[in-house]
């Protein structure tokens, strides 16, 4: 309430009428407006908007929007679908390419030197990395003779013939098979259709 | 729609049942027009709204409370979206009237009641649509959702005392635009 004028203030009114007054405040208001004309003109005029806000009816929808909201839902679902198909197999893609790069450095004679570096932290982490690449080395040496093998066996004839097979062939099928898989992605993204146009 | 029928349905829904979903959707749409089109002052745009509200809240479903009624929470997320659609398109929005929004000729008033009516919801909704976004949004969640002030500041995510004002102000605001029409 409203000290120096006695009165009490509209925020409190409308608290008042919105019912989120405590007891006590509930009791305090309710003395006042008994014997105040002003707070009481003031009440009546709040309680006017309340009033005619509950007036106000309901418009009606007049097409049934759940057939275009179900279709939407159906459109994301098979998107999603896809999108999941293309994560794997961009994961099995970049994986592969991952698996190539340091055989593929080791081959263009990256390491050499980098081992030849002088300060001892450089020749710390020179050797570091020559441990990690031999370690790359030896499984894309056991990788190239399986798949050697398994193209022999499957096709019994040297069709990728050896010491020929260079790693550059699988990162650019692995490259291949991304560049396919999002051109299906976006091809399908129904994402587009649902911009508004406001 | 009872309550344990409607909890069976959405119950269907977060396991991704579709077509039960369309029968909620049937039930809600009309009040969830009818928040967004308060909220935004254009009948079309309040359908596209309304067919987002409904996408938004089948992606949100796994969060909704079985326990609380389905109503109140798809309206709120949709008076919520409107908002922040209000807030982003901070174009010279011109609300834009519409003949569907009229009451056509009935008996229960006679032609010169549904007149009368029909200008008492005009002058109202005119009235409405000059608040600023966030006092409009404060009367919506009140006045035609029953939030409380607690409910509302956590439904628009602004501390209480913030919440209040707005919608003080933009009862008084309202009043004042409601008295000069009426002068």
Known sequence: ?198 | MAVSGEQALIKKVKKGDLDSYGAIIQDYQSSVFNVCYRVLGNRQEAEDLTQEAFLRAYHRISSFDLNRPFGPWMRTLAANLCYNHLKKARLNRVPLEDERDSIKDDPKYGPEGVLEINQEHKILYQAIWKLPEVQRIALELRHFQGLSYQEMAEALKLPINTVRSHLYRGRQKLAELLEVENE
């Open chain 1, 1 to 198: 309430m409203n000290k120096e004028s006695s009165h009490i203030s509209t925020d409190r009114l409308q608290t008042y009428l919105d019912q989120e007054l405590d007891q006590t405040g509930v009791q305090e208001v309710e003395l006042h407006l008994n014997q105040c004309p002003s707070c009481q003109a003031e009440l009546s005029r709040l309680e006017g908007v309340f009033t005619r806000l509950e007036r106000l009816p309901a418009l009606k929808l007049d097409k049934d929007i759940s057939s275009s909201v179900l279709a939407k839902l159906r459109e994301e679902s098979k998107f999603s679908v896809g999108i999941t198909w293309t994560l794997a197999l961009e994961a099995l893609g970049a994986g592969t390419v991952i698996g190539l790069l340091i055989p593929a450095f080791r081959a263009a004679s990256w390491l050499p030197q980098m081992v030849n570096a002088q300060t001892e932290i450089q020749a710390g982490i020179n050797i570091f990395l020559a441990q990690l690449a031999s370690s790359w080395l030896v499984w894309w040496a056991g990788l190239r003779l399986n798949i050697e093998q398994t193209t022999k066996s499957l096709f019994s004839t040297h069709y990728f013939p050896s010491g020929e097979f260079s790693p550059w062939i699988l990162i650019l099928a692995a490259a291949g098979i991304g560049l396919l898989a999002n051109y299906i992605l976006l091809r399908s993204n129904p994402i587009r259709s649902r911009n508004h146009k406001h």
